[in-house]
């Protein structure tokens, strides 16, 4: 049981390319979200999904897109990578919703856009 | 507006003294309130989660408590060990969303 996997762990992008953030659990968890966390900011909600198929923004979706066609799989999408996206992410699932769940978290993908 | 405040920002003891970091918050409606763990590198790892209704909660040396009148919490280590190192992270729920401090950076010492 892996929980929740995150690829890669780090990534170094020129401003303007894209990339995807690929995140896996193993759980079985219906909610899957995604996080970005800067230097001294708590993190915040980019997006979530509640199952295969069905997705919603966040508090700071500008920038990125998602896609959910499997329970296990949750990517992440920068289509035009911009200085304000170098950060680090986090993947993570919970069984049901997040607001009273306990949340797992992936070990993260730390992104430099230059 | 919803906010969850911890301090301090960074502590720095030695090997074998106790701790207790604070978190405020002013987060309406209250769901519940949670303590992550976060070592360097790594993503957060749930300490504990109490409710309205919990005052207290322990996992092994790590304690929670939860005022929910002056709306403030806290996290006490025992007896820190070096992989008490790391950043611990007060996260309020809403009902609805996940409100995450800034952490705590705790250093422990030999």
């Known amino acids: 049981n892996a929980g929740v996997t995150q690829t890669p762990k780090f990534r170094i992008l020129k401003i303007g390319q894209s990339m995807t953030l690929q995140c896996t659990q193993d759980m079985n968890h219906n909610y899957m979200y995604w996080y970005r966390q800067d230097p001294g900011m708590g993190l915040k909600l980019i997006y979530y999904?509640?199952?295969?198929?069905?997705?919603d923004k966040g508090e700071v979706p500008n920038g990125y897109n998602v896609s959910r066609s499997t329970t296990e799989d949750f990517p992440l999408r920068l289509e035009l990578a911009a200085p304000s996206q170098t950060s680090v992410y986090f993947c993570?699932?919970?069984?049901?919703?997040?607001?009273?769940?306990?949340?797992?978290f992936g070990p993260g993908t730390r992104l430099t856009v230059l | 507006k919803n906010q969850v405040e911890q301090s301090p920002q960074s502590l720095i003891i030695l090997e074998g003294k106790n701790c207790t970091l604070q978190?405020?918050?002013?987060?309406?409606?209250?769901?519940?309130l949670r303590w992550y763990k976060q070592d360097t590198g790594r993503g957060p790892v749930s300490l504990t989660i109490?409710?309205?209704?919990?005052n207290t909660k322990s996992n092994g040396r790590y304690t929670a408590t939860l005022d929910a009148d002056t709306k403030q919490s806290s996290l006490h280590i025992t007896a820190s060990q070096l992989s008490d190192s790391a950043s611990y992270i007060c996260?309020?729920?809403?009902?609805?969303?996940?409100?995450f401090g800034t952490g705590t950076r705790l250093q422990v010492f030999p």
């Open positions: 109490m409710t309205f209704s919990e």
């Open positions: 999904s509640v199952g295969a198929g069905i997705t």
């Open positions: 996260v309020v729920s809403d009902t609805d969303k996940l409100i």
């Open positions: 993570a699932s919970s069984s049901r919703d997040r607001a009273n769940n306990e949340q797992f």
């Open positions: 978190c405020n918050y002013t987060v309406s409606p209250f769901s519940n």
